[in-house]
């Protein structure tokens, strides 16, 4: 069946640095896209959106960039902090919100 | 704004006990809540979608008389693990979405049932 999934289960990254987490899906009905950071023992805090009529949308230190051609989503995190440090779920939503294999991002001091 | 609120964080008890968990959003309204469940390192899974003042949706595989969904207001939904046995053990997670459709779902901070 058509899913949602992360190219890499974790990622490493030194503190002030640039991250860059990315996302494959293979539903192509899908047309609503979120980010999601969940931290150990905590439900999925919401980052950012981004609808299929949009390619890139900014918010506070991350960016979403969508690629419908190739069915890809990314997440950029910039200037990575240590409360950056946490797992990361792409997810799409057709009728409903389906969740990616997610990426576990460490931040190192 | 669109805080989720879930109760209890932890539940620990034995083979063949029912469990309630409450999932209340404290700041808005919920016509439609969310229940998954996310196994120690893999991604979550809808396990139904609860409809206030009507029968919850299942996905496949989930058995409704196993868990019991109940969305008896706008704010408030509960899922009850009846009989609940070791392999029921996990991390359960509600959310609730401001609208309909494409819209951001929140999160509550989940359960942690453990039954021995």
């Known amino acids: 069946g058509e899913s949602v999934g992360l190219h890499l289960p974790t990622l490493s990254v030194q503190e002030g640095d640039n991250s860059i987490i990315n996302c494959a899906y293979s539903?192509?009905?899908?047309?609503?896209f979120i980010w999601y950071k969940q931290e150990s023992g905590k439900g999925p805090q919401f980052i950012i959106d981004?609808?299929?009529?949009?390619d890139k949308r900014q918010g506070q230190r991350v960016t979403v960039l969508l690629n419908k051609t190739v069915k890809h989503l990314s997440l950029q995190i910039a200037a990575t902090q240590p409360g950056d440090s946490a797992v990361y779920f792409c997810?799409?939503?057709?009728?409903?919100?389906?969740f990616g294999a997610g990426t576990t991002v460490t931040v190192r001091a | 704004g669109a805080v989720v609120s879930q109760h209890p964080s932890r539940v620990i008890c034995k083979s063949g006990t029912s469990v309630k968990i409450e999932c209340r959003s404290l700041d808005f309204q919920a016509t439609t809540m969310f229940w998954y469940r996310q196994f120690p390192k893999q991604s979550l899974m809808l396990m139904a979608t609860s409809n206030e003042g009507s029968k919850a949706t299942y996905e496949q595989g989930v058995e409704k008389d196993k868990f019991l969904i109940n969305h008896a207001s706008l704010t408030l939904s509960t899922l009850t693990v009846t009989s609940a046995h070791p392999e029921d053990s996990s991390f359960y997670i509600c959310?609730?979405?401001?609208?309909?459709?494409?819209?951001?779902?929140?999160f509550g901070d989940g359960t942690r049932l453990s039954i021995l």
């Open positions: 997810a799409e939503y057709d009728y409903k919100l389906s």
């Open positions: 539903n192509s009905a899908s047309d609503y």
């Open positions: 981004i609808r299929s009529n949009m």
């Open positions: 959310s609730a979405r401001v609208g309909q459709g494409n819209q951001p779902q929140h």
